[in-house]
């Protein structure tokens, strides 16, 4: 990657680097370091290991302290929505993360710029490069930024599948059914993609996609979610 389409990255992430090498090396995948047969700390997976700490502490005194009341349950609950592999993956295509990355030929090839565990995995190792570089500070201000915000969004992210069976039971259609069948299975088993609909009543609203079934219903609930507050569909009786 040239040093324009680095500097070009910082524009959009609004930190500019000191050290541009710990932003390279937060960009690359290992699928990439692999093919160069580049050591192991050449990928972003130290980086990303730092920048999930640094994510979990700011995330945590955020909630904290703007939830004074909060018990710690729910504290927990919410910290997990907020930086959930969705949630990140969402705030890394807000900077257009996937377009910046250096992956390996295959990974490119099978779509890794688009898919959630890559981007996730790379924004944490992101976050771990500007703590390194500028510390705490920036760090903070690039996660409040991108992470901590649109709150209700990323609670939606972490469990729409319980949130549309609440929007369901509101709704007085205490007898629904909601189901999640498969509807394609693709790639070897350490990378798996599943890609399921959600059916309420056998009437089929959104797809999702995901490495897990539990991923992918998510997702397909997470849409089927914005269809119904859209109003583009109406949730039909059980007969």
């Not at 997990?80 to 969402?90: I, N, T, Y």
């Not at 399921?196 to 797809?207: D, F, H, L, T």
Request: aromatic share 10%; with cysteine.
């Amino acid at each position: 990657m040239s040093g324009q389409r680095l500097k070009e990255f910082q524009k959009i992430t609004g930190y500019t680097f000191q050290n541009e090498n710990l932003l390279k090396n937060a960009l690359t995948h290992s699928s990439f370091a692999n093919e160069k047969h580049w050591q192991y700390n050449a990928n972003n997976e130290r980086l990303e290991f730092l920048g999930d700490a640094v994510l979990e502490l700011v995330s945590s005194e955020f909630i904290f302290r703007r939830n004074p009341k909060m018990v710690e349950g729910k504290m927990t609950k919410m910290r997990a929505s907020l930086v959930c592999e969705m949630s990140l993956a969402d705030a890394a295509r807000q900077i257009r993360l996937g377009e910046y990355l250096y992956l390996g030929k295959g990974e490119y090839r099978t779509g890794g710029d688009k898919r959630d565990s890559i981007l996730s995995d790379a924004f944490e190792a992101v976050i771990g490069a500007i703590y390194l570089d500028g510390g705490f500070e920036p760090a903070g201000t690039f996660i409040r930024t991108f992470v901590l915000s649109d709150i209700e969004k990323k609670q939606l992210f972490h469990d729409s599948k319980t949130i549309l069976q609440e929007m369901i039971q509101e709704k007085d259609h205490e007898n629904t059914c909601i189901t999640y069948p498969v509807v394609s299975e693709r790639g070897p088993d350490h990378d798996k993609q599943f890609e399921v609909r959600c059916e309420i009543n056998g009437i089929s609203y959104a797809k999702g996609t995901g490495h897990t079934k539990k991923a992918a219903e998510q997702k397909a609930a997470y849409e089927t979610i914005l269809l119904l507050r859209n109003g583009e569909y109406n949730v039909p009786e059980k007969h």
